[in-house]
């Protein structure tokens, strides 16, 4: 029998409900306001060419992040809503800051000054800071959707994309205007090679500087480190932005080239070296994390090597894809994603990035591992199909039915464990003694609470 669900629990699903719902009225009307004031300004042809011409760079800067974010993929509404605020909150209050300041500069500096001031000093400031708003956000109110750099990169990297996206519609739509396809030097064809084939990454490189400031903001404890990561971060993406439009405005193309190819590209390689490096180190943050979790009987000691890999979990997929239908193969996904999830947050605890809420979030996690495993364990062939034609691993043994909703668990050697139910065959390797071992809880798990933690059991 279905037991109700608490007061409080109803409120917070009502919640959960309403505020994307909310957010998303929200950034729509800041989206029609975009497109109302664009479509004033180069007329509804503008309009039309921009976006057709915009939409050719965002798939592939959309599609790298993305790429980036393999490890551990965020939820794909916080993403969409990266970009959205980007697209349209972002690029509404830039456009209505920008254009307030650039009159005030022509009415206190004489005309003409505006224009200037507009594009070197007043748009970088104006443009990051608005773009940083949703990292900073993230850090405040979606603290758990921060476990480093990789994601300050992934949730900049998209805002920056949705920004570009409405800016390119203006600026493309501009051109079309004023002379057509072809006009003299170039018209939107100039304007499409320029900001959709040499630099489409422009914007995204300008704002990852925040975000990376952001991802150290997170993974530190001090409030005074947090605070001066952010605002270095910001101030390096103003300094960019700065340069590159100054380049592009106040001098020739001689040194505009020069500052895209002894600048620009050389960050941008930087970049991608901070990013290879930083998806590095959460491979080995997985790895060193998956042997425990078999010896707790988290996980099974063949799936180790399997979840250790992404060209593996990859495989692992598409093989299940193909021998049991895409929910077996999202039942899978599911279940390496709440893996990884967890691996991050040990590590996070063990550094001492995690202390006051640790304990609940651990077991937050953990249970969703566990559903997630009991999931794919109900899926056909969904932990079996990537072998093949081969003969199971070593050891292996089929697991047992998920157990019943509403039954009692217990853990390992009948300690308490909410959700979990050891499965046979999910011992150690042929030659280690039988039987499963909770791994200890990583250092930081719980300071600050009295008394012993519940599911944490003794070594045997």
Same mark, same amino acid.
């Given at each position: 029998?279905?037991?109700?669900l608490?007061?409080?629990a109803?409120?917070?699903?009502?919640?959960?409900?309403?505020?994307?719902?909310?957010?998303?009225?929200?950034?729509?009307?800041?989206?029609?306001v +975009?497109?109302?004031?664009?479509?004033?300004?180069?007329?509804?042809?503008?309009v039309i060419?921009?976006?057709?011409?915009?939409?050719?760079?965002v798939?592939?800067?959309?599609?790298?992040?993305?790429?980036?974010?393999?490890w551990e993929?965020?939820?794909?509404?916080?993403?969409?809503?990266?970009?959205?605020?980007?697209?349209?909150?972002?690029?509404?209050?830039?456009l209505?800051?920008?254009?307030?300041?650039?009159?005030a500069?022509?009415?206190?500096?004489?005309?003409?000054?505006?224009? *200037?001031?507009?594009?070197?000093?007043?748009?970088?400031? *104006?443009?990051?800071?608005?773009?940083?708003?949703?990292?900073?956000?993230?850090?405040?109110?979606?603290r758990?959707?921060?476990?480093? +750099? *990789?994601?300050?990169?992934?949730?900049?990297g998209?805002?920056?994309?949705?920004?570009?996206?409405?800016?390119?519609?203006?600026?493309?739509?501009r051109?079309?205007?004023?002379?057509?396809?072809?006009?003299?030097?170039?018209?939107?064809?100039?304007?499409?090679?320029?900001?959709?084939?040499?630099?489409?990454?422009?914007?995204?490189?300008?704002?990852?500087?925040?975000?990376?400031?952001?991802?150290?903001?997170?993974?530190?404890?001090?409030?005074?480190?947090?605070?001066?990561?952010v605002?270095?971060?910001?101030?390096?993406?103003?300094?960019?932005?700065s340069?590159?439009?100054?380049?592009?405005?106040?001098?020739?193309?001689?040194?505009?080239?020069?500052?895209?190819?002894?600048?620009?590209?050389?960050?941008? *390689?930087?970049?991608?070296?901070?990013?290879?490096?930083?998806?590095?180190?959460?491979?080995?943050?997985?790895?060193?994390?998956?042997?425990?979790?078999?010896?707790?009987?988290?996980?099974?000691?063949?799936?180790?090597p399997?979840?250790?890999?992404?060209?593996?979990?990859?495989?692992?997929?598409?093989? +299940?894809?193909?021998?049991?239908?895409?929910r077996?193969?999202?039942?899978?996904?599911?279940?390496?994603?709440?893996?990884?999830?967890?691996?991050?947050?040990r590590?996070?605890?063990?550094?001492?990035?995690?202390?006051?809420?640790?304990?609940?979030?651990?077991?937050?996690?953990?249970?969703?591992?566990?559903?997630?495993?009991?999931?794919?364990?109900?899926m056909?062939?969904?932990?079996?199909?990537t072998?093949?034609?081969?003969?199971?691993?070593?050891?292996?043994?089929?697991?047992?039915?998920?157990?019943?909703?509403?039954?009692?668990?217990?853990?390992?050697?009948?300690?308490?464990?909410?959700?979990?139910a050891?499965?046979?065959?999910?011992?150690?390797?042929?030659?280690?003694?039988?039987?499963?071992?909770?791994?200890?809880?990583?250092?930081?798990?719980?300071?600050g609470?009295?008394?012993?933690?519940?599911?944490?059991?003794?070594?045997?």
């Open positions: 029998m279905a037991h109700p608490p007061r409080h109803h409120v917070a699903r009502r919640r959960g409900v309403l505020a994307p719902v909310v957010g998303l009225v929200l950034l729509g009307i800041c989206g029609l +975009v497109l109302g004031i664009v479509g004033s300004s180069v007329g509804p042809g503008g060419v921009g976006a057709l011409c915009a939409l050719l760079p798939g592939p800067v959309v599609a790298t992040f993305l790429w980036v974010d393999r993929p965020e939820p794909p509404r916080m993403l969409l809503y990266a970009f959205l605020w980007g697209a349209c909150f972002a690029a509404l209050s830039a209505l800051i920008n254009s307030s300041a650039a009159l500069a022509d009415q206190l500096l004489g005309r003409g000054s505006g224009d *200037v001031l507009g594009a070197v000093v007043i748009a970088p400031f *104006v443009e990051e800071a608005v773009k940083g708003l949703f990292l900073v956000g993230l850090l405040i109110w979606r758990r959707e921060f476990d480093g +750099v *990789v994601d300050g990169i992934v949730y900049a998209l805002t920056a994309a949705g920004f570009a996206f409405t800016e390119n519609i203006l600026y493309i739509g051109a079309f205007a004023e002379g057509g396809i072809e006009a003299q030097g170039g018209g939107v064809l100039a304007v499409v090679l320029l900001r959709g084939v040499f630099s489409p990454f422009a914007h995204p490189l300008f704002t990852v500087m925040t975000g990376i400031g952001a991802g150290i903001a997170a993974s530190n404890r001090a409030p005074v480190v947090r605070v001066l990561a605002l270095a971060g910001y101030l390096v993406a103003v300094v960019l932005h340069m590159w439009n100054g380049a592009a405005t106040l001098f020739g193309g001689g040194v505009f080239l020069g500052v895209y190819a002894f600048v620009m590209l050389p960050l941008f *390689v930087a970049m991608i070296v901070v990013i290879v490096w930083q998806r590095r180190r959460e491979a080995r943050t997985v790895a060193d994390q998956l042997p425990g979790f078999a010896e707790a009987g988290w996980i099974a000691w063949s799936e180790v399997l979840l250790g890999n992404l060209a593996r979990r990859r495989g692992w997929r598409a093989a +299940v894809r193909r021998r049991a239908g895409s077996a193969a999202k039942a899978v996904a599911d279940y390496q994603a709440a893996v990884t999830e967890l691996a991050f947050l590590s996070r605890i063990s550094r001492g990035a995690v202390r006051d809420d640790a304990h609940r979030r651990h077991d937050e996690m953990l249970h969703t591992l566990e559903a997630a495993r009991a999931r794919a364990v109900g056909p062939e969904a932990l079996t199909a072998w093949g034609n081969r003969p199971p691993p070593p050891g292996w043994q089929p697991p047992a039915p998920g157990p019943v909703p509403g039954a009692p668990f217990q853990g390992p050697q009948g300690y308490a464990q909410p959700g979990y050891p499965q046979p065959g999910y011992g150690p390797p042929p030659g280690q003694a039988p039987g499963h071992r909770q791994p200890g809880p990583p250092p930081g798990y719980g300071q609470q009295q008394g012993p933690q519940p599911g944490w059991g003794p070594p045997r």
